[in-house]
């Protein structure tokens, strides 16, 4: 059985950080676009970042870029979201995912696998 698992999630200050991993079992995702996104209260499930499968390119949402890192550990089948300078907008349940897809072009359309989703709160 195919899985994503995040973890990582939980409450943190604004001007924190938290580091958001992503463990995928099952099968090995080495030739996939992996990324994530996330799902604010009331509103719709939004992009945040890419990588490609070697981890050679990136791509940021413009309301995370300079804040947020993506990165990916192809021996550990694990994907990670570092979030620095967090800010109370950045609260949302954060999903993994991963799909055949260039990572300038990730969508929620060309997911093929989701993880289950992790509480990131940010309080002022």
């Known amino acids: 059985q195919v899985q994503l698992v995040e973890s990582g999630g939980g409450l943190v200050q604004a001007g924190g950080s938290l580091r958001l991993s992503c463990a995928a079992t099952?099968?090995?995702?080495?030739?996939?676009?992996m990324g994530w996104f996330r799902q604010a209260p009331g509103k719709e499930r939004e992009f945040v970042a890419a990588?490609?499968?070697?981890?050679?390119?990136?791509n940021y949402a413009d309301s995370v870029k300079g804040r947020f890192t993506i990165s990916r550990d192809g021996a550990k089948n694990t994907m990670y979201l570092q979030m620095n300078s967090l800010k109370p907008e950045d609260t949302a349940v954060y999903y993994c995912?991963?799909?055949?897809?260039?990572?300038?072009?990730?969508?929620?359309?060309?997911?093929?696998?989701w993880g289950q989703g992790t509480q990131v709160t940010v309080s002022s």
């Open positions: 990588i490609s499968w070697n981890g050679g390119r990136t």
């Open positions: 099952g099968r090995t995702f080495s030739s996939y676009t």
């Open positions: 995912a991963a799909g055949r897809t260039p990572v300038q072009t990730m969508r929620i359309v060309l997911v093929d696998y």
